[in-house]
T-cell receptor, first 114, second 112 residues
Framework: NAGVTQTPKFQVLKTGQSMTLQCAQD?????MSWYRQDPGMGLRLIHY???????DQGEVPNGYNVSRSTTEDFPLRLLSAAPSQTSVYFC?????????????FGPGTRLTVL | DAKTTQPTSMDCAEGRAANLPCNHS???????VYWYRQIHSQGPQYIIH???NNETNEMASLIITEDRKSSTLILPHATLRDTAVYYC?????????????FGQGTTLQVKP
């Protein structure tokens, strides 16, 4: 199993540009989520999904959209990038139900918005 | 979620046991204790979790006090590769829909 994969690894955007961060898992996990981590801080939940077709907001959802059309993929869209969205983005997945909190994380996407 | 308190940093000699404490005095009856670690620039890695009994897996042991107000993560034979930030998190396994609250954690430095 490849586990949780994220692309790209690095990205530089200009203010106002849009882009999609890709996340995929091959473990047939029901639950997937996106976190951001700012320098010297803990991770904060952006959006999550408990299954295909179901998404919900986390702690810091503004400026981001998600969709979950398949079990495997959970892309994160930045609608109009702002410097405040400069961060490291981690995607995570878990089996779900009683195992929501046992999450597997991807390697991260390092995003800089100029 | 209940809050946790961890020391900011700790050192450990290579080959010795690393004991990382965590206080969670306001933990609720249905909340578990989870431990994750984050090696520099990588995604967090799940280590272990428990409710009230001591737990052990191939990575670590988790000791939870009888009153559940504190716990200790034990890495029995620390190696240089165990240098990381260790996060103690308390959460219900189901009702919180996977929202993990990562605090500042403990930076463990394993020294040769």
């Amino acid at each position: 199993n490849a586990g949780v994969t994220q692309t790209p690894k690095f990205q530089v955007l200009k203010t106002g540009q849009s882009m999609t961060l890709q996340c995929a898992q091959d473990m047939n996990h029901e639950y997937m989520s996106w976190y951001r981590q700012d320098p010297g801080m803990g991770l904060r939940l952006i959006h999550y999904s408990v299954g295909a077709g179901i998404t919900d907001q986390g702690e810091v959802p503004n400026g981001y959209n998600v969709s979950r059309s398949t079990t495997e993929d959970f892309p994160l869209r930045l609608l109009s990038a702002a410097p405040s969205q400069t961060s490291v983005y981690f995607c995570a997945s878990s089996l779900g139900t009683d195992s929501y909190n046992e999450q597997f994380f991807g390697p991260g996407t390092r995003l800089t918005v100029l | 979620d209940a809050k946790t308190t961890q020391p900011t940093s700790m050192d450990c000699a290579e080959g010795r046991a690393a004991n990382l404490p965590c206080n969670h005095s306001t933990i609720s009856g249905n909340e578990y204790v989870y431990w994750y670690r984050q090696i520099h620039s990588q995604g967090p890695q799940y280590i272990i979790h428990g409710l009230k009994n001591n737990e052990t897996n191939e990575m670590a042991s988790l000791i939870i006090t009888e009153d559940r107000k504190s716990s200790t993560l034990i890495l029995p034979h620390a190696t240089l590769r165990d240098t990381a930030v260790y996060y103690c998190i308390v959460s219900a396994p189901r009702g919180n829909t996977g929202k993990l609250i990562f605090g500042q954690g403990t930076t463990l430095q394993v020294k040769p």
